[in-house]
C-alpha cells in the first residue's frame, strides 16, 4: 500500500476518473484510492506495479499525471530528496532552502529542468526530480549543491557544462 497527501487524491484520479484509468491502461494495473489517500495497485506483473507505484508517488509529489506517465518509459526514473536532511524541523530554514531551488520567479528550477531535460516539483518537505537515467544524477547534484548553499552561478556552470558534454557525446555518435 502507498500513502499520497489527500489533497493530491483528485489530481490521480482526474475528471471523471480518466487520469486513473489512464495510468491503469498503461501499467496493465488495477487502482483503487480512498479519500484518505491510501492507494493500492493490483498487478500480474511485478514490473508494471512497480510502474504504477513510480507514477503515483510522483503525482503525490507534487507532479502532474502526463508528467508521472514519463515513467512508463524505461529511460525515466523517479529521485525524491528529503529536504529533512538539510531543514530538519526548521520551517523558515526549510522554506529558504525551497527558495534557493526555486529562485526568483522559478528561474533557478526552470534553469535545471532546461538544461537537464528534467521536471522537478518543490512540494511540502521534498523535491523530485523525474528525468532521463542519464541526465537525472546531474539535476539532483546540482538541486543538493543549492541546498547546500553553492552559488547559483556555480551550479549553472556545471549545468551548461554538463549539457555542452552531452552535446558532443551525441554528435560522436554516443547517446
Known amino acids: 500500500m502507498l500513502k499520497v497527501p489527500k489533497e493530491r487524491v483528485a489530481i490521480i484520479i482526474g475528471k471523471q476518473g ?37 507514477i503515483i508517488k510522483a503525482i503525490g509529489r507534487g507532479f502532474s499525471p502526463d508528467v508521472a506517465l514519463l515513467l512508463t518509459d524505461e529511460n525515466y526514473v523517479l529521485e525524491v530528496i528529503e529536504l529533512n536532511d538539510w ?12 527558495g534557493r531551488v526555486i529562485g526568483e520567479h522559478g528561474k533557478s528550477k526552470i534553469t535545471i529542468e532546461d538544461l537537464t531535460e528534467s521536471y522537478i516539483s518543490v512540494y511540502g518537505k521534498t523535491i523530485s526530480i523525474i528525468g532521463n537515467v542519464t ?41
Do not use: C, P
Open 18 to 54: 480518466r487520469d486513473k484509468r489512464k495510468i491503469e491502461n498503461r501499467t496493465s494495473t488495477k487502482i483503487d484510492i480512498t479519500k484518505d489517500g491510501e492507494v493500492t495497485i493490483t498487478a500480474k506483473d511485478s514490473l508494471h506495479a512497480w510502474d504504477a507505484r513510480q
Open 135 to 175: 541526465k537525472i544524477q546531474i539535476a539532483k547534484r546540482a538541486v543538493e549543491m543549492l541546498l547546500d548553499g553553492s552559488r547559483h552561478a556555480t551550479v549553472f556552470k556545471l549545468l551548461e557544462s554538463a549539457k555542452a558534454d552531452w552535446r558532443r557525446a551525441k554528435i560522436l555518435g554516443g547517446s
Open 87 to 98: 531543514a530538519g524541523k526548521n520551517e523558515k530554514t526549510l522554506m529558504r532552502i525551497k
